[in-house]
């Protein structure tokens, strides 16, 4: 049997398998679920995150796909970043080379 044809009957095996958990079948597999903590940002850390990156407000929005307004809102504390905004805003702070990559 070719390596193509192997990953395919294996990948169709997993696909039946997930059928299969999903009819209530728990002898296929396992399901995990993670919560994963968010992160929390106050105005005084995006302003000092954006200036460190050496961006205006609107190329940290171009960056995380808000608006303008919306990372000046934040700045100012008349909203708050949630969800994927700030797993965003925790990745490019612990890697600011995702911001070249993003801007490519």
Known sequence: M????????????????????????????????????????????????RKSLNMTQKGMATVLGVSTRTVEAWETGRSHPKGTATRMLYLIENDNSIVQRLLE
């Open 2 to 49: 070719s390596e193509r044809n192997e990953f395919f009957e294996k990948f169709k095996q997993g696909l039946q398998e997930c059928i299969d958990f999903e009819n209530g079948d728990k002898t296929k597999g396992r399901e995990t679920i993670r919560s994963i903590p968010e992160p929390q940002y106050f105005p005084s850390d995006i302003t000092q995150l």
